[in-house]
Structures are given as C-alpha cells and as structure tokens.
C-alpha cells in the first residue's frame, strides 16, 4: 500500500511539475460546454462551437491566461520544431533474430541400436567358501 501511495504522489508532482492541471481543467471545461450547447443544437455543431477559440468560456480564458503566463503554450517565433523532434522520430534500430546454431552433436549420433550395443559385463564371480 506505501509504494502504490508513493507512486501516486509521484505521478501527481509530475502532472503538476508538467502544467498537466491546466489540460484537466480545460477539458473539464470543453465538457461542460460541448454538454450545454448540446442541449439546443446537434452533437456535431456543439462540438465544433466549442472548439472555435471565438466562443471561449471563463474557464476557457483563465487556463489560456495561465498557460502563457507558465510559458506553456507554443514556442517562441523563430523556433524551429525540426530540432526538436529530431531525436522523437528517429527509426528504430533493425534487429534480426536468427535461430541458435545447430549442435555439432546430436542425441542420435550417440545413440546406437541395442542390436550393436556390447553386452553388459557379467558379475564378478563370487569366492567359494
């Protein structure tokens, strides 16, 4: 139970330490409006509503506030994403398994027919008494 605790915590600090809050919140928020348009419109047009940045709730506009303000949100003009994403993309090293080679020996090389076999030694003779 102390080590499902401590990595609960861990994960917690690192949603925090990440802005990770701020994405819970707004889809939070993206929820509530989807499920309040919804009520007067189609699914399809509700959806698309709320995703036009024209139509920002509160809670909308005080995450974006809070994401430009952590420096959260895109990077600075002239920053090129192509370094960036550079070590991301690479290919994955090809790996080819082969099969192990074969044994230079073999059960049946060792193995000789009963009919070739020597017989077995005969028991020593016992001493007369």
């Given amino acids: 139970m102390k080590r499902r605790f401590q990595i609960a915590v861990i994960l917690f600090a690192w949603l925090l330490a990440t802005g990770g809050q701020w994405h819970l919140i707004q889809s939070f928020a993206w929820g509530r409006m989807i499920a309040a348009y919804a009520k007067t419109m189609p699914l399809r047009e509700a959806v698309r509503l709320t995703m036009t940045p024209d139509n920002m709730c509160g809670v909308c506009e005080l995450v974006s506030a809070a994401q430009q303000q952590h420096g959260d949100t895109a990077l600075p003009v002239g920053t090129s994403l192509d370094a960036k994403t550079l070590l991301a993309f690479q290919p994955a ?14 059960l049946s090389d060792r193995e000789t027919p009963a009919s070739e076999r020597a017989a077995p030694p005969l028991q020593p003779p016992r001493a007369l008494v």
Avoid: D, G, M
């Fill in 93 to 106: 090293p090809t790996v080819i398994l082969t099969a192990p080679p074969a044994p230079e020996w073999s």
